[in-house]
């Protein structure tokens, strides 16, 4: 078949593109459960897939030190006879080495989120989690310093000091939330930071290293202290328009003033934006608050501005979590209409951070233990079983995007490979009577099919002239008649416990797109002219490369 022009005769809609950089902040890294889960034979498989399929190029978890990992020892680990206390505390990296091997081996690295910490370190333990996660300030900084060396020099030795230098170090996870991901205090938080931060820079000062990956925007003063305060809160749990309030980011402010006053490394910024928050009013009642459509955009502006006004103007942004909620049992999550969503916002987020991490890539995640059924909310691009669900297909087609910009659109982009010319496009229906809201939870499946009413459909029209005449182009659309795999579950009757033929059967429908062709009249002009559904995503791309 034959192969697209070098772009330099293109015209779009008649017009000259723009022709800019277009940074792929989607697949830079994503997120998953816990270290441990990395373990699993399908973690693995699903991320090799990741890899492979969706362009990832990093991945980021929980529970590096934690029990499980076995990394901290200070007995010999009796079993059925009596353990033995050891003179000093040792380090043993069997499980955690088998784990970024394989992280590697499937071609990608780890985003190194250092925590939580070792039960015989913590100052309390069992916090978090059914797993029982220590979320607490270390009883001896010395010993977490320790631990901290003594882990990334293993890693230096095993995989050689250029390799770990592209490894970025974020401090800890989400610190504000006390007293669940941290039970201490802002300062002592920043305290963890300034000693972990010094100890990684002593092993090599081209190691990276950030934080303070706090979780969410809030409009009040809740986190302003040393304390979460659900007292400051009221005010947001009964706005009359929550989106009308001034939504600021957690202890960013704060963390830079006490780097810089103490010259520590700040190599890049990292919190989460979740478009979501929970309030308390005055009788302690959660408020569960969804914010319009932009908020991740007008988030990251901000942030972005932050940066460019601290004493760290060349610090990366990484937003180490983001998913449409932060709730590992809501089944957006396995709906078309996350797919048109996060299209939406991975494209406008794209020119202001370095990286965006979906949470998470597979549902093999047990924050909540696992999870009840194959479609149960879970954040995963593919459930346990590996099903495809629509937001892999969307990730999919924003990774064959180039890496120039052509045209930004009000619903998609069209671009090129700076590497062979080839152009492609990606387009979404966010429908237009959603007007400026965003998508709230829903507690089942069930709960979500409303959405499929609302509308409208829209018309896609767009030309691209300059091609080679005869090029060829593959279309896929993502519909609710498309890799609909919940809705086809649904109507099986929603069974809990799949058979093999039910996987069987739904990964058919998973992965049966709206495939077409298109190709370059003879004049070298492609049309493209779609209706596109509400929801639908729809990928144009070279079918030569």
């Known amino acids: 078949m034959p192969h697209q022009t070098l772009p330099s005769t293109l015209l779009i809609d008649g017009l000259e593109p723009a022709d800019v950089a277009l940074r792929h902040v989607w697949n830079e890294c994503v997120g998953a459960g816990r270290a441990n889960e990395a373990l699993r034979a399908d973690w693995q498989a699903h991320f090799r897939e990741a890899v492979d399929v969706l362009g990832v190029r990093y991945v980021r978890f929980h529970g590096l030190f934690h029990d499980d990992m076995f990394v901290y020892r200070t007995d010999n680990g009796g079993g059925f006879g009596p353990s033995t206390p050891l003179a000093e505390p040792v380090y043993t990296f069997a499980y955690v080495d088998k784990v970024f091997d394989a992280i590697l081996d499937a071609g990608a690295r780890p985003f190194v989120e250092l925590g939580f910490m070792p039960r015989q370190l913590a100052t309390q333990t069992e916090t978090l989690f059914w797993w029982k996660a220590h979320c607490s300030p270390p009883k001896d900084m010395g010993a977490w310093v320790e631990l901290v060396t003594t882990t990334v020099r293993h890693w230096v030795d095993r995989y050689g000091i250029d390799e770990v230098r592209r490894w970025p170090f974020e401090v800890w996870n989400e610190p504000n939330l006390v007293p669940h991901f941290w039970t201490g205090t802002r300062t002592q938080y920043f305290e963890l930071y300034g000693a972990t931060a010094t100890a990684i820079k002593a092993i090599d000062p081209q190691l990276k290293v950030g934080g303070p990956s706090t979780s969410v925007f809030v409009p009040d003063a809740r986190y302003a202290g040393e304390w979460h305060d659900p007292s400051l809160e009221v005010g947001t749990a009964v706005a009359a328009d929550p989106d009308d309030l001034d939504w600021q980011p957690v202890w960013i402010h704060e963390f830079l003033a006490y780097c810089a006053q103490r010259g520590l490394p700040v190599d890049f910024l990292s919190t989460h934006l979740y478009p979501t928050d929970f309030a308390a009013d005055s009788l302690g009642n959660l408020n569960a608050i969804t914010r319009r459509r932009d908020a991740t955009y007008l988030d990251l502006q901000l942030m972005r501005t932050i940066i460019e006004n601290s004493p760290y103007p060349d610090a990366e942004l990484h937003i180490t979590e983001w998913s449409t909620s932060p709730s590992s049992r809501d089944a957006i999550h396995d709906t078309l209409f996350a797919a048109s969503y996060i299209v939406r916002a991975f494209l406008k987020g794209a020119p202001l951070a370095e990286s965006i991490s979906y949470w998470t890539f597979t549902d093999v995640f047990e924050e909540g233990g696992g999870g009840i059924g194959p479609f149960h909310g879970g954040f995963g691009f593919v459930n346990e079983q ?146 596109l559904p509400p929801w639908a995503v729809m990928s144009v791309a070279s079918a030569a490369g």
Do not use: C
């Open 386 to 531: 590996g099903l495809h669900k629509p937001t892999f297909h969307a990730m999919a087609m924003l990774g064959r995007l180039g890496d120039r910009l052509l045209v930004e659109l009000e619903h998609g982009a069209i671009t090129r490979s700076s590497a062979t010319g080839d152009v492609s496009a990606i387009f979404y229906n966010y429908p237009a009577d959603m007007g400026k809201t965003g998508l709230a939870s829903r507690n089942s499946y069930a709960d979500t099919r409303e959405l499929a009413s609302v509308g409208p459909a829209r018309r896609v029209r767009h030309t691209v002239a300059g091609l080679t005449p005869g090029a060829t182009f593959a279309v896929e659309i993502l519909d609710g008649e498309h890799g609909n795999v919940a809705e086809a579950w649904y109507q099986m009757g929603a069974p809990l416990n799949l058979s093999r033929q039910d996987v069987v059967d739904l990964r058919l429908v998973a992965d049966d797109l709206d495939r077409r062709t298109l190709t370059a009249d003879a004049d070298g002009v492609l049309t493209i002219d779609v209706d």
